[in-house]
C-alpha cells in the first residue's frame, strides 16, 4: 500500500495568513491521482482538489494545490474563518485507496 | 442534486455481521461512469477506503478487510449496500458513502466528490 505522510500535524495560524500543507506518498504517484479533502469537526470530509492540482466544483481560488511524484502541497492563501480544519491528502493511483493521516490548521 | 445517505444500526456485538445502507439520489447507479464507494473513520483517526463498486457491478476492496467485505448493488431502490461480518471494537467508526464520477474529463474525475454525512457504529458487547 502507498503511504501518504502529511506535514505538519499541526499548523497554528492567523486568519489571512497563508497554509502550505504536505503530503508525500511512499511511492511515487501520478499526479491525475492525488486529491485533497477538508473535514471539520462532525461533518464528512469535502473535495478540494483532485489531480493534484484541480479545484473541484464551487472550491474557491484561494485553495490551490501543486506537486508531483512523491512531493505535494495544499496551499490555502489569506486563511478565512472557516478554512480552520483538517486537511486529507489521498492517493488514487494504485489500489488501495489510501489517505493520509491528516494536518490541522488551527487557530493561532 | 447529488445526494447520499447512510443508514443502519448504530451498535453491533463482537463477532455479528454489519449492513449498512446507502441511499443515493439525483443519479442513477445504472449510469454509465458512476461510482460508490465506502470509507470509515474511527474516532479522532484517519480516513480508510473500505470498498467500491462501479455501474456495471465491478467490485473492489481494499485488500486487508477483503475477506469481509461484500458491496452490492440495490438498482430498484438506488441504493447500495456494504455488509461487513465479524465485526470487532476495532471496527468502531463513522461510516461514510461517497459517489464517484468515472466519466473521462468530467470533473472530479476518479474521486469521491460528494459524501454523505456518515453514520456512527459502535462495536461492543
Known amino acids: 500500500d502507498i503511504v501518504l505522510t502529511q506535514s505538519p500535524g499541526t499548523l497554528s495560524l492567523s486568519p489571512g495568513e497563508r497554509a502550505t500543507l504536505s503530503c508525500r506518498p511512499s511511492?511515487?504517484?501520478?499526479?491525475?491521482?492525488l486529491a485533497w479533502y477538508q473535514q471539520k469537526p462532525g461533518q464528512a470530509p469535502r473535495l478540494l482538489i483532485y489531480g493534484a492540482s484541480r479545484r473541484a466544483t464551487g472550491i474557491p481560488d484561494r485553495f490551490s494545490g501543486s506537486g508531483s511524484g512523491t512531493e505535494f502541497t495544499l496551499t490555502i492563501n489569506k486563511l478565512e474563518p472557516e478554512d480552520f480544519a483538517v486537511y486529507y491528502c489521498?492517493?488514487?493511483?494504485?489500489?488501495?485507496?489510501?489517505f493520509g493521516q491528516g494536518t490541522k490548521v488551527e487557530v493561532k | 442534486q447529488i445526494t447520499l445517505k447512510e443508514s443502519g444500526p448504530s451498535l453491533v456485538k463482537p463477532t455479528q455481521t454489519l449492513t449498512l445502507t446507502c441511499s443515493c439520489s439525483?443519479?442513477?447507479?445504472?449510469?454509465?461512469?458512476?461510482?460508490v464507494g465506502w470509507i470509515r473513520q474511527p474516532p479522532g483517526k484517519a480516513l480508510e477506503w473500505l470498498a467500491l463498486i462501479y455501474w456495471d457491478d465491478d467490485q473492489h476492496y481494499h485488500p486487508s478487510l477483503q475477506s469481509r467485505l461484500t458491496i452490492t448493488k440495490d438498482t430498484s431502490n438506488n441504493q447500495v449496500v456494504l455488509t461487513m461480518t465479524n465485526m470487532d471494537p476495532q471496527d468502531t467508526a463513522t461510516y461514510y458513502c461517497?459517489?464517484?464520477?468515472?466519466?473521462?474529463?468530467?470533473?472530479?474525475?476518479?474521486?469521491?466528490?460528494?459524501w454523505g454525512q456518515g453514520t456512527m457504529v459502535t462495536v461492543s458487547s
Open positions: 461517497a459517489h464517484l464520477p468515472l466519466i473521462p474529463g468530467a470533473s472530479a474525475y476518479d474521486t469521491f466528490d460528494v
Open positions: 511511492q511515487s504517484v501520478s499526479s491525475s491521482y
Open positions: 489521498q492517493q488514487y493511483g494504485p489500489s488501495p485507496r489510501t
Open positions: 439525483g443519479f442513477s447507479l445504472t449510469t454509465s461512469g458512476v461510482g
